[in-house]
C-alpha cells in the first residue's frame, strides 16, 4: 500500500471506526483497525466481533493498492499534532507502516491484513430490509433519554435498548429491574416485522459518532440477526441480542396508582442534586432518600419532608407541594430519579403517582404519555 491522503480525511476515519475497537490481549488484531486500498478510495473496518463500523474517504493519489491492520492509538495522537494537509502512507514488507510528512517520517509496526476477521465485506444492503430513517440528531436524543437505563453489563438480556414498532409508533425501552423508561415515537407508517434488542455498547458507540453530525439522516436495515444504521459513507453493524427482553407493556399496564404529586422539574432537580451530597456516601443504601407527604391542616398545605444522611452528616428538606392522595412514607433511590427528570426540561411539571410504599413510583411530564419512568422503591429504614 503506498497512497497521499488528506490527513484531518484520515484522521476523521479512523476515529470513526475506532468506536467499535476494544483492547484484546488474547487476539490483538481486534485492537486494531483495518484499513483497504481499492481504486481511489481507503476503506477502514473497526470491529469487536458484536459490533462492526465501516467507512471510507477518497484517496489523493494512489501509488500502490494494498490492506494494513494497525494500533490506531499513537498514529491519531502523532497526526493531530502536526499540521499538514496531506500525509503519505505506504507499507513496506508487510509489517512496517510508514507515515511521511513535508519533513518527518514515522515508522509503526503492523499486523498481517490476512489475519484481520473478514468482516462484512462488500455489503449490498437490500432495500426490502429497510425500516425506517430518522434525522441524527433526534436519534441521539432518543437514545441519550432512554440508554441510563440499561446499566446491567452481567445480564445480558437487559443490558440493551428495546425498540419495537406498534402501530405507527416506535418504542424504546430499557431497564434494569429496579427501573424502567419508555419512550414513544410517532412515525409515518407501521414497521413490519421490527422488534430488535440493540446492544448498549453499541448504543454508546452511535451516539459518540453521529453526535455531531450536521443532522444527516440515519438510515436503518434489519437483515437477519443484525441491525445497520447507515449514513453517507459509513455503516454501523451490529448483532442483535436474542434473549428474551421483559415483558414492559404488562409493567407500564398492570401497575395502579391513588396519589400524585405535582412539582415543577427545575424545583426538584435543584433539591435532588442537594440531596445527592448526603446520599451518594451511605454505606448501607447508596443514594437511598426518604421521601413523606404530609397534609396540612388547611387545604393546599400539603408538604414534602425529604431526608438523607451519611456516616458523618445529614439533610432534612421540607417545602410546599401540590399532591393528591393519602399521607405516604417512601425510599427511594435518588440517582435514579434524577437521570430521569433530567432529560425533561426544566421549566416542565412532573408528575409523580403512587400507591403504597413498597410499590412502583410512576414518573413523566405533565400531559405527555410519550415518555415515562417506572421506579422501584427501597426498604425504608427506620
Avoid: W
Avoid at 442483535?240 to 409493567?251: G, K, S
Amino acid at each position: 500500500m503506498h497512497i497521499k491522503v488528506n490527513r484531518q480525511n484520515f484522521l476523521s476515519a479512523i476515529r470513526i471506526v475506532e468506536k467499535s475497537v476494544k483492547e484484546n490481549k488474547i487476539k490483538p488484531i481486534l485492537s486494531c483497525i483495518y484499513a483497504k486500498v481499492k481504486e481511489n478510495k481507503i476503506y477502514f473496518t473497526g470491529t469487536n466481533l458484536d459490533t462492526t463500523i465501516k467507512t471510507s474517504i477518497d484517496v489523493n493519489e494512489v501509488i500502490r493498492e494494498g490492506e494494513v491492520a494497525f494500533y490506531y492509538s499513537i498514529i491519531d495522537e502523532y497526526l493531530k499534532e502536526i499540521k499538514d494537509e496531506f500525509v503519505v502512507l505506504r507499507v513496506e514488507n508487510g509489517n512496517i507502516l510508514f507515515i511521511e510528512t513535508e519533513d518527518s517520517t514515522t515508522e509503526y509496526d503492523v499486523f498481517s491484513a490476512e489475519d484481520y476477521p473478514n468482516t462484512f465485506e462488500n455489503i449490498v444492503l437490500n432495500e426490502n430490509n429497510f425500516k425506517f430513517e430518522i434525522p441524527s440528531q433526534e436519534l441521539v436524543n432518543i437514545f441519550e433519554k432512554v440508554l441510563f437505563s440499561a446499566d446491567t453489563p452481567d445480564n445480558i438480556a437487559m443490558n440493551c435498548i428495546r425498540i419495537e414498532s406498534i402501530l405507527k409508533h416506535l418504542h424504546f425501552v430499557s431497564t434494569n429491574t429496579y427501573r424502567l423508561t419508555f419512550l414513544k415515537k410517532s412515525m409515518d407508517k407501521d414497521i413490519s416485522d421490527f422488534s430488535v434488542s440493540v446492544p448498549a455498547d453499541t448504543i454508546s458507540s452511535i451516539i459518540k459518532i453521529i453526535k455531531g453530525l450536521d443532522n444527516e439522516v440515519i438510515k436503518i436495515y434489519k437483515e437477519d440477526a443484525h441491525l445497520y444504521f447507515q449514513y453517507k459513507d459509513t455503516l454501523i453493524i451490529t448483532k442483535l441480542i436474542e434473549l428474551r427482553f421483559p415483558n414492559y407493556a404488562e409493567i407500564l399496564s398492570n401497575i395502579s396508582y391513588d396519589k400524585k404529586l405535582y412539582i415543577n422539574n427545575e424545583k426538584l432537580t435543584n433539591l435532588l442534586k442537594r440531596i445527592l451530597i448526603f446520599s451518594r456516601s451511605n454505606s448501607e443504601s447508596k443514594y437511598s432518600s426518604t421521601y413523606e407527604f404530609k397534609h396540612g391542616e388547611e387545604n393546599n398545605n400539603n408538604k414534602l419532608a425529604i431526608s438523607a444522611l451519611n456516616e458523618i452528616a445529614r439533610i432534612n428538606e421540607e417545602l410546599d407541594v401540590n399532591f393528591e392522595g393519602e399521607d405516604l412514607k417512601i425510599s427511594l433511590n435518588s440517582k435514579y430519579l434524577l437521570e430521569f427528570v433530567q432529560n425533561i426540561p426544566k421549566e416542565k411539571e412532573l408528575v409523580l403517582e403512587f400507591m403504597y410504599s413498597n410499590s412502583a413510583v410512576k414518573v413523566y411530564e405533565k400531559d405527555n404519555d410519550e415518555y415515562i419512568y417506572i421506579l422501584m422503591p427501597l426498604a425504608l429504614r427506620e
